[in-house]
Structures are given as structure tokens and as C-alpha cells.
């Protein structure tokens, strides 16, 4: 389901959907025999296969301000949520938002500066497995990115972007199993051309 908004002065996208799959899925709790997975009744290490899985999302994607419909300036906010099965996904539920400012300097009509945050929240099945392993149980995933999108060229955009994630992947052990994986600053370059 999907609805545009129909003023011309401030466009939005509003969705709301989701999915239901029939293939088998690994089961993140329990083995093939019944047991639970990591624990120390798990002999085979091979998780049960469940059938379906499924997922929902809603998508919000609104401009909120512009000082003209001849403007090139605008400011726009996102929002997104999944959420799906707890049991045969890793990740059972996320969002992100942000807010965007397009034609941020004067003469840069197609630039775009964004900043966002996000969250993803290790499944019930996942945390389940972690404890019954013994290894530490994961939580959340937090993330935050800036990045400036710079129409270099009719034809080319260049787009440095930079995030910091909190625990990643919820709170992981490194290679050693010693010592949890620490904070993250990523920066990053994504370029595209337009032939």
C-alpha cells in the first residue's frame, strides 16, 4: 500500500507493506533433534528448519519545508521500521530517520546534505542462542551518518559519507572470543555516473 501526498508545494511518500515467504529458514533456537542450539544438549549443531517467514515495513519519506515551488531549496524527513520473526532472522526489528536539506549553498541546486540515525535489534532467537552458548548476548546496533552529496558534473556525482556505530552488530566478540568488537567510525566515498 502507498499514498503520495498531493500538495505541490510539499511533496511525501507514505508506504506500509510487507511479505510472507513459504521457502524452509534456519531456526535460531533450537537444533535439528529439538534442542537448543549452542546449548550443551546440542550434539549436531544444526538448527531445525522452519517454514515461512515473513516481514513488515513502513516507509515515510515527507518534505517539510521550501520557500517556493520555484525553489531549489528544500528540507525533507525520512523515517523506516521493519520488523519480522524472531526465531529465524538475525535481526527482528530496525529503523532509521533522517533529514535532508537539498540546494544547501547558494549555486549548489543539486547538492543534498543528510544526517540520520538508526537502530537494529538482535532477534529473540539470536539473544536465546548467545546466552545459551555462553556468548555475550546481543542487544542493539546504533548508527549515526552525515554525508554530503556534491553534483560535481551534469553527468557525475561524488558523495562522502561518514558514520559511527555503537556495538556493532549488537555487541560482538572480535576474532580472538576475548573481547567485544568496539565502536566503529566508517568514512566512506560512493561516486556515480551518468551516462
Not at 535460531?28 to 549436531?44: F, I, V
Not at 523515517?79 to 549553498?105: E, Q
Amino acid at each position: 500500500m502507498s499514498h503520495v501526498t498531493k500538495d505541490p508545494g510539499l511533496p511525501g511518500i507514505y508506504k506500509l507493506g510487507g511479505y510472507y515467504d513459504t521457502a524452509k529458514f534456519p531456526d535460531y533456537r533450537y537444533n535439528n533433534q529439538g534442542k537448543a542450539l549452542g546449548s550443551a544438549a546440542d550434539t549436531t549443531g544444526i538448527p531445525r528448519w522452519d517454514r515461512g517467514n515473513w516481514m513488515v515495513y513502513g516507509i515515510i519519506d515527507q518534505m517539510i519545508w521550501r520557500p517556493s515551488l520555484q525553489s531549489p531549496q528544500s528540507v525533507g524527513v525520512f523515517a523506516r521500521a521493519t520488523g519480522n520473526g524472531g526465531d529465524r532472522n538475525m535481526i527482528s526489528f530496525a529503523i532509521d530517520a533522517g533529514i535532508n536539506l537539498k540546494a544547501p549553498f547558494k549555486g549548489r541546486d543539486n547538492d543534498t546534505v543528510g544526517l540520520g540515525w538508526g537502530i537494529g535489534r538482535a532477534s529473540s532467537g539470536q539473544r536465546r542462542y548467545d546466552r545459551n552458548s555462553g556468548a555475550p548476548v546481543q542487544g542493539n546496533e546504533n548508527h549515526l551518518e552525515l554525508t554530503y552529496q556534491a553534483q560535481v558534473m551534469p553527468w557525475w556525482v561524488m558523495q562522502p559519507d561518514f558514520q559511527y556505530v555503537w556495538h556493532p552488530s549488537g555487541g560482538v566478540t572480535d576474532w580472538t572470543g576475548n573481547r567485544l568488537v568496539g565502536n566503529e567510525a566508517i568514512f566512506g566515498l560512493h561516486s556515480n555516473i551518468t551516462f
